[in-house]
């Protein structure tokens, strides 16, 4: 019993440091399913986990789970509720029948081997732009379809494919009150500061980024109660549409570099987090059944 005891923690003391100093995605990204424990996302949107996420169904009446190789048709329950919800709306689009939802998070979140810094505590959705026809796509063709890209001219304007049911489908998503904000290409979010009508406050919420113009990028803030979840600043005052143009005009005359000061240091390549980078409950969430 002595020896079992003393081998378990010569054990425990080897895997110990090992485990510390193992980048946190290789942890993370081993998980199958998510944690049996009360759901809670945990830390911030690029650098956290989450707590007993749920799996968005793969097909469901208004949406097909993309990529499902993936694995990362995960989140926090209130962000499936939404993606029913969005979707329901989608489906009464003339041309739409739902949405084609891409990567929200691992089963357990956490960094992730590939692509993303966000998407890390089930709150981060990317909904394909590509309007879904059917949903009745088989897994293997859910593998090879592609979604569409919406850009023009290195998306300074949107093409021939964006449509008025793109615009309405972002505005209800951004009229919602569970989402903080959404990334889209700046053509995108110009183009809708000049079709929308009437109201604009929900326009404060589209936020002009790079890419995402395959797809766009809803983040819902941290639910109500959620102690440990960590919001973003909300976005600037006003509906943000100066700000977009001035993306617009700098793809458009991109400004000069500015010159390298030869004295600065160079920047420090991107770490990659560990758990003691993590909050603390991660490790716990990893532990879990
Ligand atoms: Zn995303």
């Known amino acids: 019993m002595r020896l079992l005891f003393a081998t378990l923690v010569a054990i425990a003391g080897l895997i110990g440091p090992v485990a510390a100093e193992t980048p946190a995605k290789q942890l993370f990204g081993a998980?199958?399913?998510?944690?049996?424990?009360?759901?809670?996302?945990?830390?911030s949107y690029a650098k956290g986990c989450v707590a007993g996420a749920v799996q968005l169904p793969e097909t469901g009446p208004t949406w097909q789970a993309m990529r499902l190789s993936r694995n990362r048709n995960w989140g926090h329950p209130e962000t499936v509720d939404f993606i029913r919800d969005l979707s329901t709306f989608a489906a009464r689009q003339p041309g739409w029948k739902g949405l084609y939802i891409g990567d929200i998070s691992q089963p357990r979140g956490g960094p992730m081997l590939s692509g993303h810094?966000?998407?890390?505590?089930?709150?981060?959705?990317?909904i394909w732009m590509r309007p879904p026809d059917r949903l009745n796509l088989s897994r293997g063709q859910r593998?090879?379809?592609?979604?569409?890209?919406m850009r023009r001219a290195k998306?300074?304007?949107?093409?021939s494919d964006w449509t008025r049911q793109h615009h309405e489908i972002l505005k209800a998503a951004a009229s919602?009150?569970?989402?903080?904000r959404i990334f889209v290409f700046p053509g995108a979010k110009v183009q809708m500061c000049k079709d929308a009508k009437g109201d604009r406050r929900w326009l404060r919420k589209i936020r002009p980024w790079w890419g995402h113009h395959y797809h766009f990028h809803v983040r819902l803030n941290c639910p109500r109660g959620a102690r440990g979840c960590v919001d973003q600043n909300p976005p600037p005052r006003g509906d943000g549409c100066a700000d977009a143009q001035k993306w617009v005009d700098d793809i458009?005359?991109?400004?000069?570099?500015?010159?390298?000061d030869p004295n600065a240091p160079k920047p420090k390549p991107r770490r990659d987090y560990t758990m003691k980078d993590l909050p603390r409950q991660c490790a716990a969430v990893l532990q879990s059944d």
Do not use: C, T, Y
């Open 117 to 126: 810094r966000s998407h890390q505590i089930g709150l981060d959705i990317d």
């Open 252 to 260: 458009l005359n991109p400004p000069p570099p500015k010159p390298r």
């Open 155 to 159: 998306g300074a304007f949107v093409n």
């Open 143 to 149: 593998e090879k379809i592609s979604s569409i890209s």
């Open 176 to 180: 919602d009150k569970r989402v903080a």
């Open 31 to 43: 998980k199958a399913v998510g944690s049996q424990q009360r759901p809670a996302p945990l830390g």
